[in-house]
């Protein structure tokens, strides 16, 4: 499975971005998928997940009510609409699947995209 995710950018606090993360090469299964992010200097941690099973969403608490993960199985995509962002939501996104049982551990995921760079100035 190659994960290919976009739509990161410059932004001004308050703004918007959607993040998308489109699959390629999966299995004939459906998938969980998750976001994490990776500022400078800090450790990668989780945003948001979507069950592979039920379609049941998780969320950071930094981000709970500003950020909405989805999924569209057609297109084989997972997406991020981030709204209200911060400053502190700066960091590389990065886009994950795959069967976690707990989906706040990165190592829990099987297959990794290559990140998008989200910048948001005050």
């Known amino acids: 499975v190659q994960l290919q ?3 990161g950018g410059l932004v001004q606090a308050g703004g918007s971005l959607r993040l998308s993360c489109v699959a390629s090469g999966r299995p004939s299964i459906t998938y969980g998928a ?4 990776q500022a400078p200097g800090k450790e990668r941690e989780f945003v948001a997940s979507v069950d592979w099973s039920d ?3 998780l969320y950071a608490n930094s ?6 993960i989805s999924r569209d199985n057609a297109k084989d995509t997972v997406y991020l609409q981030m709204n209200n962002l911060k400053p502190e939501d700066t960091a590389v996104y990065y886009c994950t699947v795959g069967w976690p049982t707990i989906p706040l551990i990165e190592s829990e995921y099987d297959y990794w995209g290559s990140g998008t760079q989200v910048t948001v100035s005050s």
Not at 63 to 68: A, D, E, I
């Open 34 to 37: 998750g976001w994490f992010r």
């Open 55 to 57: 379609g049941s969403t």
């Open 5 to 7: 995710a976009s739509g």
């Open 63 to 68: 981000v709970k009510g500003r950020f909405t």
